[in-house]
Nanobody, 115 residues
Framework: QVQLVESGGGLVQAGGSLRLSCVRS????????MGWYRQGAGKQRELVAA???????TYADPVKGRFTISRDHAKNTVTLQMNSLKPEDTAVYYC?????????WGQGTQVTVSS
């Protein structure tokens, strides 16, 4: 059974940094990409950053230059380094793994940025 467990969320002041981690347990056949999404209050879930199995990264425009996604195959982990955080980054952040058959989601971790 596949499980994705996020950690690293919390409360931080504007301008601060947080590092989110997502650890995968269980096997996923043919992982194509891993990513982080977020969902603010009253908003739809949106892509924040993604990284393909080949290492190609994609970022949403609002986080470009501030967030960095990386993965560690040996540790089955994908991380999101978030710098220069803004109040508008406040949201629940979800980890996502895309396999060849289906995608998987973590339970989410709350990030709150105070002004």
């Amino acid at each position: 059974q596949v499980q994705l467990v996020e950690s690293g969320g919390g409360l931080v002041q504007a301008g601060g940094s947080l590092r989110l981690s997502c650890v995968r347990s269980g096997s996923i056949f043919g992982i194509n990409a891993m990513g982080w999404y977020r969902q603010g209050a009253g908003k739809q879930r949106e892509l924040v950053a993604a990284i393909t199995s080949g290492g190609i990264t994609t970022y949403a425009d609002p986080v470009k230059g501030r967030f960095t996604i990386s993965r560690d195959h040996a540790k089955n982990t994908v991380t999101l380094q978030m710098n220069s955080l803004k109040p508008e980054d406040t949201a629940v952040y979800y980890c996502n793994f895309v396999g060849s058959v289906r995608s998987y989601w973590g339970q989410g971790t709350q990030v709150t940025v105070s002004s």
